[in-house]
């Protein structure tokens, strides 16, 4: 298979193109995970509703962004310039239909090293000046069939952003719901393990959420506790695998969960804007365990601040390593590793607030 232009993007088609039948609710669909590119504004705005569904509006606000600095064409623009962390699923007539978000990292191996979402979540982030010219060089380039103009203009800014890096940090992945049964994640995961084999990184790391400990919390009737939470993260089912669904589909992928990440990502907004979206999102689901704490069946809990007149929401993840075969030519050091190649029979416990 040659290298191709694909949507407008140029990558190569070894790495890129990979096609994945599955059955299911539909009748052998064939999925193509590359390099993400908005080929329109409607397919930008199906890509916020996919996120809306999956974060809720706490996270991602009820409408798509449509500034120059946060909108279409900057998104184009990273993608552009960081293909192998941004990829995209769509299927074979071209509906987009999955996305993955990642960044580079560096781990020295020890899990306490690994730091919480908040900390990488914006590694791919310039500040405002810089993404308003990165949007319009890109958007007069592709207009003038001048992209790998763009690309040698732009290598400097991503060879500052993979300096040091040895591995890819997860950091969101949503799936249209219509396509939820059809194993995209495992094609998602496939594509950035070949892309970090590909760029010689060690590690495939990611503080992942377990999406039914929500559940868990509301049969009980409970608040997020920490020790609540490592009660559920070491649950394994008739099978020996991870109780929680998530955590097996990561398990299934061979990453080893090595912390627990009791903090893992925070957001703060007004009293007001919770009670918008209290009354919004689960409105039947809420429930107060002890004041000022709310929970409504999801990750997260959401602790009210009168002082500041703010409401912050805390979500606990799980650290998962995926060790990349063959990275560095030489996979003896990263078998030796005790941490990744034995199970963790019990989490520490933090202590953190």
């Known amino acids: 298979m040659q290298d191709a232009v694909e949507n407008g993007v140029f990558a190569p088609a070894s790495i890129w193109r990979q096609v994945c039948s599955t059955s299911g609710g539909m009748t052998n669909p064939h999925f193509v995970a590359g390099p993400r590119f908005f080929r329109d504004q409607h397919e930008f705005e199906h890509w916020h509703e996919i996120r809306l569904r999956g974060f809720t509006e706490w996270y991602v606000g009820r409408t798509a962004p449509r500034s120059f600095t946060n909108g279409r064409h900057v998104a184009n623009a990273k993608?552009?310039?960081?293909?192998?962390?941004?990829?995209?699923?769509?299927?074979?007539?071209?509906?987009?239909?999955?996305?993955?978000?990642?960044?580079?990292?560096?781990?020295?191996?020890?899990?306490?090293?690994?730091?919480?979402l908040?900390?990488?979540?914006?590694?791919?982030?310039?500040?405002?000046?810089?993404?308003?010219l990165l949007g319009s060089s890109f958007l007069v380039a592709q207009r003038a069939g001048m992209l790998r103009a763009f690309d040698a203009v732009t290598t400097p800014?991503?060879?500052?952003?993979?300096?040091?890096?040895?591995?890819?940090?997860?950091?969101?992945?949503?799936?249209?719901?219509?396509?939820?049964?059809?194993?995209?994640?495992?094609?998602?995961?496939?594509?950035?393990?070949?892309?970090?084999?590909?760029?010689?990184?060690?590690?495939?790391?990611?503080p992942f959420r377990p999406n039914a400990y929500g559940q868990y919390k509301a049969e009980r009737h409970a608040a997020h506790s920490n020790a609540l939470f490592e009660e559920y993260c070491t649950g394994r089912n008739e099978h020996g695998l991870p109780r929680d669904p998530w955590m097996r589909t990561v398990s299934r992928q061979g990453a080893e969960f090595v912390r627990i990440e009791p903090r893992s990502f925070r957001v703060a907004r007004s009293i007001a804007r919770f009670e918008e979206f209290r009354a919004r999102f689960k409105p039947e689901s809420w429930y107060s365990p002890t004041p000022d704490v709310w929970e409504c069946g999801e990750t997260p809990?959401?602790?009210?601040?009168?002082?500041?007149?703010?409401?912050?929401?805390?979500?606990?993840?799980?650290?998962?390593?995926i060790q990349v075969a063959d990275a560095t030519g030489d996979a003896s050091e990263a078998a030796s590793s005790r941490q990744l190649t034995q199970p963790v029979p019990a989490f520490p416990r933090e202590v953190r607030v």
């Open 79 to 116: 993608a552009r310039l960081f293909p192998e962390f941004l990829p995209q699923v769509r299927t074979d007539d071209g509906k987009p239909v999955a996305y993955l978000n990642t960044v580079p990292g560096f781990w020295c191996g020890d899990p306490q090293a690994l730091h919480d």
């Open 118 to 132: 908040n900390y990488y979540d914006d590694t791919l982030q310039f500040g405002g000046l810089k993404t308003l």
């Open 157 to 206: 800014f991503r060879n500052r952003k993979l300096s040091g890096a040895n591995c890819i940090v997860l950091i969101g992945m949503t799936v249209d719901p219509a396509y939820q049964s059809m194993k995209l994640p495992s094609l998602l995961f496939s594509t950035v393990k070949e892309a970090a084999r590909r760029l010689r990184m060690k590690y495939v790391v990611g």
């Open 301 to 321: 809990t959401w602790y009210v601040d009168r002082c500041k007149g703010a409401v912050v929401s805390v979500e606990p993840n799980i650290w998962g390593v």
